[in-house]
């Protein structure tokens, strides 16, 4: 069975930052790991994704661009989301996304259970 961890939420001041992490296990071979949002009242939405190799883009929400970065270990299959000059606006679950297969399996996506981001003076 695959599990997506995530660690790292907490509460912040605006202007402040924190590094959200997230490990694939149960032998899973993700091809691209990422970050999706829901604050509440509001559909989920994407943060960042990255693929798992040198092929494929970065690809991150225009309201995060030069705020976040991600990045990942695939020794370790961990995704982390570096994030800088939080806003209020941030705040919301943060989920954990995967795509990719276990052994002998087809690909599919995955979901973490989310860590709580919450941005306030």
């Known amino acids: 069975q695959v599990q997506l961890v995530e660690s790292g939420g907490g509460l912040v001041q605006p202007g402040g930052s924190l590094r959200l992490s997230c490990t694939a296990s149960g032998d899973f071979r993700a091809l691209r790991m990422g970050w999706y949002r829901q604050a509440p009242g509001k559909q989920r939405e994407l943060v960042a994704t990255i693929p798992s190799g040198s092929g494929g883009s970065t690809d991150y929400a225009d309201t995060v661009k030069g705020r976040f970065t991600i990045s990942r270990d695939n020794a370790k299959n961990t995704v982390y989301l570096q994030m800088n000059s939080l806003k209020p606006e941030d705040t919301a679950v943060y989920y954990c996304?995967?795509?990719?297969?276990?052994?002998?399996?087809?690909?599919?996506?995955?979901w973490g259970k989310g860590t709580q981001v919450t941005v306030s003076s």
């Open positions: 996304n995967a795509f990719g297969a276990r052994s002998g399996s087809s690909p599919g996506y995955y």
